[in-house]
């Protein structure tokens, strides 16, 4: 099943997506609700970031192929040093933009490049279970782009600028409940033509090991999203750019870049 949340005529919902329509839901989708039989056609509604989340993760560094291209753009020591460690951290919500929404490249960053994703979407408080239960917790899967900037950026100690920077976090366009997460492509295009190209069975650490050990310290809750990784290489992005990040299994995450 798909889930949408979206506004129509400055009114927003949640929705099934079936076909070109979306029907709206009555009630809680992490909870108990109802599909109506009002619906719109995709075309006349504005997609939004798929939940509101209270917790923005994202895991670096989490296939090998993504390794080797940073330490061939990076501190190869570094990238070296700290592949092999269980890396996530936050992104700030505030970052969170939707499908179609723009990409904003801040005035003073010199190096801002696309991460295509798959997406964990959190469906019930979630503390200290094991991989083999983390199926039960997991409400669904959607599409990201981790938009990050190096360059003369790339020294800083935290990630607050180079991940965290206001639209750097594009999700959508909706929620899948029913796919295998070990075994899905992530595709990235720029302008049309693919950059980049990975499975989802080449994670270091897959999806449910990552709901673990995050929830071995962090409460995790419904609504909560978190980033797993970009499968390969990056390119940077210039104002004009449209970026596009595709799950066959979910949809395609597009969104178009400008200048501040």
Not at 123 to 152: C, H, L, M, Q, W
Not at 205 to 219: A, D, F, L, N
Request: glycine residues 10%; negative net charge; charged residues 25%.
């Amino acid at each position: 099943m798909k889930l949408a949340r979206f506004r129509i005529n400055d009114w927003e919902s949640y929705g099934v997506v079936e076909g070109d329509r979306v029907s709206v839901i009555q009630g809680d989708i992490f909870g108990e609700y109802r599909v109506t039989q009002a619906s719109y056609p995709l075309a006349r509604v504005k997609f939004l970031p798929p939940t509101r989340p209270t917790g923005f993760w994202a895991v670096g560094l989490n296939y090998a192929a993504h390794v080797a291209h940073q330490e061939g753009a990076l501190d190869a020591e570094r990238i070296r040093r700290e592949s092999s460690i269980f890396r996530p951290w936050q992104k700030t919500v505030g970052c969170l933009i939707g499908h179609e929404d723009q990409v904003v490249l801040p005035a003073d960053s010199d190096y801002v490049h696309y991460e295509g994703e798959l997406v964990i979407v959190i469906g019930k408080p979630t503390r200290r279970v094991t991989p083999e239960e983390a199926p039960n917790f997991i409400f669904g899967y959607t599409v990201g782009n981790d938009i990050s900037s190096e360059g003369s950026w790339s020294p800083d100690i935290s990630n607050w600028r180079k991940k965290c920077s206001d639209t750097f976090g594009p999700v959508g366009p909706w929620i899948e409940t029913d796919i295998d997460p070990y075994n899905v492509e992530v595709i990235t295009r720029l302008n049309g033509r693919e950059g980049d190209r990975g499975n989802t069975s080449g994670m270091t650490y897959g999806c449910y090991e990552t709901v673990s050990g995050i929830s071995q310290y962090v409460t995790l809750h419904p609504g909560d999203i978190i980033l797993t990784g970009a499968p390969g290489a990056v390119e940077q992005l210039h104002p004009g750019d449209v970026v596009e990040v595709e799950i066959p299994e979910i949809g395609i995450l597009r969104n178009s870049v400008v200048a501040e």
